[in-house]
């Protein structure tokens, strides 16, 4: 048997194997998706925009600190960011095929839990760096301008990095879920 012959199919059934083993992820994500109605978001202070706007303007009066990672301004900075991106684009985006695939299934499964997951020092793909040390006031007024701004939007949103297309309500959960996420650093000072 010649050896050309015999790698083709090698590199044949190795495609098929992780076709295979992706169809099954995204059939049992699917079918998590199916069978799970979204569930409210898993934090009461970011349950919906008014609500992380009044937890937002407690901060004025009564800072909180992270535990671990970014400092709060970088925090809502990089929060603001996300916001802001949603509006004007995203400086990178991950590939359309990403998008259309794995990503639209990945804000599936978050919306589906009410709950995000991701890297919480991880910066927007593209995205100017976020130093620590920032007056908080200023990154508590930006995510809140970024919020407002967002709120009033009535035109087409800009592609996700990685979900790809949102409407505005699923945008408008996005960002909430976000925020809860990285609210789970978040505790008194």
């Known amino acids: 048997m010649n050896t050309d012959t015999k790698d083709n199919r090698s590199v044949r059934r190795a495609l098929l194997t992780g076709g295979a083993l992706l169809a099954g992820a995204a059939a049992t994500g699917a079918g998590y998706v199916l069978t799970h109605s979204d569930q409210p978001i898993a934090m009461d202070d970011f349950s919906d925009l008014p609500r992380a706007m009044r937890t937002l303007e407690r901060l004025r009066t009564a800072p909180l600190r992270t535990r671990s990672g970014w400092d709060l301004a970088q925090v809502l900075h990089h929060s603001a960011q996300s916001v802001e991106y949603s509006l004007d684009g995203f400086p990178q985006l991950k590939p359309a095929w990403f998008r259309g695939s794995l990503g639209s299934m990945a804000f599936a499964v978050f919306s589906a839990r009410g709950?995000?997951?991701?890297?919480?020092?991880?910066?927007?793909?593209?995205a100017p760096a976020i130093a620590s040390g920032q007056p908080l006031d200023a990154a508590v007024e930006h995510l809140m301008s970024a919020l407002g701004r967002f709120e009033r939007h009535g035109n087409a949103l800009a592609p996700h990095f990685a979900y790809g297309v949102l409407s505005k309500s699923e945008y408008t959960r996005a960002h909430l879920m976000h925020l809860a996420n990285h609210w789970e650093l978040v505790d008194a000072g």
């Open 115 to 126: 709950r995000m997951s991701h890297g919480l020092e991880e910066p927007i793909p593209g």
